[in-house]
């Protein structure tokens, strides 16, 4: 039996010890073994690496997209809200204009309501339903019971009916006999015995003093019983003149009212 050198090792399941060289080394058959080893080893490193690598460009590119995505979506919506921004713009500048137009209106109406009121008020028209329904009741200042128009009167008559004591706003009320196609107001009243407005009831119910249409000799002819208002400033003005009628025994006629008489309406009466 061959002695073996001290520290080798018997061969493993049969296999040759591996050959040495003259100088005590291995054989090249291990190194290049090793080297094909290594070399897969590397192989493989590079393969994940470079899956890896892929798997971060991939991911990287789909949230990219992802991105430009989530931006061109916020664009459009920006896009979106410009354009109902300009809808809005311009609703409400057509509700401004429309509110404009509506607040002309209005105003139109309403002074056309005013007009009608003050020729309702004033006696010179009844208005129809339809004005009353936009403008509102008509209440009359003062409205005539007795005469009414081609009534046949006697030479002294008087006048009556009602009034709204709050429009009347402490205006007085007088009256006048006019003849047609004669100008100039006879003035009715009483120096003497004070009369000359007409009596008014708190419940807004009148009576005119003794209204003298004409002379005995003008039966049948056609006269006008005027239906006055007046201030206080107008007021005196008739008394004056009801006061030179007595004094004089003439009563001219005055040819124009006096500032603050406003005439209310007309009663176109015949003489009997």
């Not at 690496?49 to 459009?76: E, F, M, P, R, W």
């Not at 009483?190 to 249409?213: F, L, N, R």
Request: glycine letters at 10%.
């Amino acid at each position: 039996m061959t002695a073996r050198p001290p520290g080798d090792s018997p061969p493993a399941n049969g296999e040759s010890p591996p050959a040495k060289t003259g100088s005590g080394q291995e054989s090249p058959s291990w190194g290049k073994a090793f080297d094909t080893r290594w070399k897969k080893l590397a192989a493989a490193l590079g393969v994940a690496l470079l899956g890896a690598i892929t798997y971060l460009i991939v991911t990287l590119a789909y949230q990219g997209t992802q991105v430009d995505q989530l931006k061109a979506s916020n664009a459009t919506q920006q896009d979106e809200i410009a354009l109902l921004q300009e809808k809005v713009n311009t609703l409400q500048a057509t509700n401004n204009t429309q509110a404009g137009r509506l607040a002309a209106a209005q105003g139109s109406v309403s002074e056309l309501c005013k007009v009608v009121q003050s020729a309702a008020s004033s006696g010179q028209f009844s208005p129809p339903g339809q004005v009353e329904g936009i403008c509102g009741p008509v209440v009359p200042t003062m409205a005539v019971s007795r005469p009414q128009a081609g009534d046949k009167v006697p030479m002294l008559t008087e006048a009556s009916g009602t009034a709204d004591v709050k429009a009347l706003n402490g205006r007085s009320i007088w009256f006048a006999v006019t003849t047609p196609g004669i100008a100039g107001f006879f003035i009715q009243g009483d120096w003497p015995t004070m009369s000359g407005p007409a009596t008014v009831t708190t419940e807004g119910k009148w009576t005119s003093p003794t209204i003298v249409v004409g002379q005995a000799g003008d039966i049948g002819r056609s006269f006008d019983i005027v239906v006055l208002l007046a201030n206080n400033s107008a007021a005196g003005e008739f008394w004056n003149y009801l006061q030179q009628g007595h004094q004089t025994g003439r009563f001219v006629p005055m040819m124009h009212l006096p500032a603050g008489a406003q005439e209310y309406l007309r009663i176109s009466v015949v003489r009997k």
